[in-house]
T-cell receptor
């Protein structure tokens, strides 16, 4: 069965610093992988997705993620954090049959000025 | 275009009462999903519909939970005899279909509080 592990329930960075949010997945078949962001009291917004077309995926708001099969990882990065990036981030894997999403526990990103 | 909408945005109910939560998916999306987000359990899948096929109910936590989708569009999630552990944010999402690399678009959620 598919599963997702996000290392670090809370990450704190300074404004302008590199953002790195870690995600490792478990899947018996090539997965579809997603990163979603959730701002307070809002629904989930897609940041980016991996669908096997390219291992380096660029998303919205300057975020990108690299699919590494050998490491079963799909870490999310942004070169320079902005205050508006403060939110909760979820990594998810899509179950092959039906595309149900299995989510990681989430990582709350705090950006310090 | 219009996104996924959910109503009500907030619902407070007494323990033992029934509640209905509504989801309007994006027009033309054939797949519709319900998830629950709670402090203890994180984000978890509940049920999904694809076209006219039988729904996948494998995530429903108990037989007090049910859902239907009328006319391939609007969906209603019903919780009977609510319990305090049902308190959570219920999220609805829709997708072009349930196969292939199609992302799910989420609604703003319904926050359910059972007192």
């Amino acid at each position: 069965a598919q599963s997702v592990t996000q290392l670090g329930s809370h990450v704190s960075v300074s404004e302008g610093a590199l953002v790195l949010l870690r995600c490792n997945y478990s899947s018996s078949v090539p997965p579809y992988l997603f990163w979603y962001v959730q701002y307070p009291n809002q629904g989930l917004q897609l940041l980016l997705k991996y669908t096997s077309a390219a291992t380096l995926v660029k998303g919205i708001n300057g975020f990108e993620a690299e699919f590494k099969k050998s490491e079963t990882s799909f870490h999310l990065t942004k070169p320079s954090a902005h205050m508006s990036d403060a939110a909760e981030y979820f990594c998810a894997v899509s179950v092959f049959n039906g595309n149900k999403l299995v989510f990681g526990a989430g990582t709350i990103l705090r950006v310090k000025s | 275009g219009a996104g996924v909408s959910q109503s009500p945005s907030n619902k407070v109910t007494e323990k033992g009462k029934d509640v209905e939560l509504r989801c309007d998916p994006i027009s033309g999306h054939t797949a519709l999903y319900w998830y629950r987000q709670s402090l203890g359990q994180g984000l978890e899948f509940l049920i999904y519909f694809q076209g006219n096929s039988a729904p996948d109910k494998s995530g429903l936590p108990s037989d007090r939970f049910s859902a239907e989708r009328t006319g391939g569009s609007v969906s209603t999630l019903t919780i009977q005899r609510t319990q305090q552990e049902d308190s959570a944010v219920y999220l609805c999402a829709s997708s072009v279909r349930d196969r292939g690399p199609y992302e799910q678009y989420f609604g703003p959620g319904t926050r359910l509080t059972v007192t």
